[in-house]
């Protein structure tokens, strides 16, 4: 390959740095067993990453030579694959007027543009847009706009929920799954009500107002992923509980907070998730798929009465400003990928998606130690029923071409909107491989 990782003496004086090399991969793998930290992992590392010198469309490029299919969108990011030409081209633009400036009294038009479109697409009143770096500090900013907008502290969310890895966001992520024992005294305590079921019945929904009556003089909002709890379980549930939460937050008198970093763009079959239950929030988070997966970026929306709130009360400004904030890049390769979903073809990709899985995944039904196989939009789930064994579900999903990242008692796939029909079936064949494989049973 012709392709080099870097210019060679910009290395300290390593020529021999670049793919072309016999042992390449082996230096590459030793460099990164010794130096380099991956998400959730200890230490050294006790697996090998599997090394990716491109990809596009779908597909992964190993540097071994062989390809995957890519079922997890790098994360719920890549909807429109890698590569897409539109994001390139609009990213190469970019980069000749400046790849950054900050956004304390200065702005852009790659910033104001997206706010502006933003605005546009999200539900109700939600009429301002605070850019973010990461959806974890778009969490941490919704927080910290109802603590400056309401005078309660705590906030109520339910179990099952994953909202990023800062310490206030971690401190409303499920307190089992987020490992709330780790970080005890370190974490805000907050409320948190049962995990919400497929079909809401009259059980729960007094549960849930029960914590409103008991806690709502304390807090100063309420925060959930709608319809879809993406990492702390893959949950789906009645989008009527966004509903009533809805109802009961105004009854009240507190703020809802919908975290769409995940269902949001689309992956759920609406464009965001709370269209499912005909309500909008008070603030919105928004992040992952924004920029179709190229850069990080994320922001916080919220309506006129919350920015009202802030701005004339205590602190009289709202007290947040990353370093890369509104980065001028990744907001032009967000309004490219704005741009894509436009049409709303997405909607008849995402049902053909949920549709190829549906039938693809039914299979896994038949294997020992599943639990449920469940599918909405492009998202499909087999839960077993203990841990995976993440090697040999992972393996398992090489062999059929794909890549899969499994973890605690599930596999899983969010696969980019721009699979095939081919490509999903091949998909749907590697999740049934790799729950059969890891499921161990
Ligand atoms: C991924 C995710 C986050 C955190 O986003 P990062 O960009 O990883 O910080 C927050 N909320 C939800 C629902 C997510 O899926």
């Not at 100063?220 to 993406?230: L, S």
Request: with cysteine.
């Amino acid at each position: 390959m012709a392709a080099r990782i870097g210019s060679g003496s910009s290395f300290g004086g390593r020529a021999s740095w670049g793919y072309g090399r016999a042992d390449w991969i082996d230096e590459l793998l030793a460099l990164d067993h010794e130096h380099v930290w991956h998400p959730y992992g200890p230490m050294p590392a006790l697996t090998a990453p599997l090394p990716v010198v491109s990809a596009d469309g779908v597909r992964l490029h190993l540097a071994d030579g062989r390809e995957l299919v890519d079922g997890m969108a790098s994360w719920w990011c890549a909807v429109h694959g890698y590569r897409n030409p539109a994001i390139d081209a609009a990213l190469r633009s970019q980069l000749e007027r400046m790849a950054h400036v900050m956004f304390g009294g200065l702005t852009h038009e790659p910033a104001v543009r997206l706010a502006a479109q933003l605005v546009q697409m999200a539900p109700g009143e939600l009429r301002h847009v605070f850019f973010a770096d990461s959806g974890s500090v778009a969490v941490e900013v919704a927080l910290k706009m109802c603590l400056q907008a309401r005078p309660g502290r705590r906030f109520l969310t339910i179990r099952g929920g994953y909202h990023g890895d800062t310490l206030g966001a971690m401190a409303i992520c499920d307190p089992v799954d987020g490992m709330h024992a780790l970080f005890r005294g370190a974490l805000a305590e907050h409320v948190f009500v049962d995990r919400p079921p497929r079909r809401l019945e009259p059980a729960y929904a007094a549960r849930l107002e029960d914590a409103f009556a008991r806690h709502a003089g304390g807090l100063a909002g309420v925060v959930v992923e709608p319809v879809v709890q993406g990492a702390g379980g893959m949950w789906f549930y009645d989008p009527a509980v966004v509903g009533l939460l809805r109802e009961l937050c105004d009854r009240h008198g507190l703020l809802l907070v919908l975290d769409e970093i995940a269902t949001g763009f689309g992956r759920t079959g609406a464009l965001f998730a709370c269209e499912h239950a005909g309500v909008a929030p008070d603030i919105m988070c928004i992040g992952k798929a924004l920029t179709g997966g190229y850069l990080t970026l994320a922001a916080t929306l919220c309506t006129p009465a919350v920015a009202h709130a802030i701005t004339n009360g205590e602190g009289g400004a709202l007290m947040h400003g990353p370093t890369y904030m509104a980065n001028p890049l990744a907001c032009a390769a967000a309004l490219a990928s704005l741009d894509l979903l436009a049409d709303g073809s997405w909607r008849e990709s995402v049902a053909r998606i949920e549709r190829g899985l549906a039938s693809g995944l039914h299979a896994a039904w038949k294997l020992p130690g599943v639990e449920d196989v469940r599918v909405l939009g492009a998202i499909g789930v087999v839960q077993l029923a203990r841990e995976v064994d993440v090697a040999a579900a992972t393996n398992a999903a090489i062999e059929h071409g794909v890549w899969l990242r499994p973890f605690r008692n599930l596999v899983y796939t969010m696969p980019p909107y721009i699979t095939t029909d081919q490509d999903v079936q091949k998909i749907g064949r590697a999740v049934v491989a790799a729950a059969a494989a890891g499921g161990g049973a």
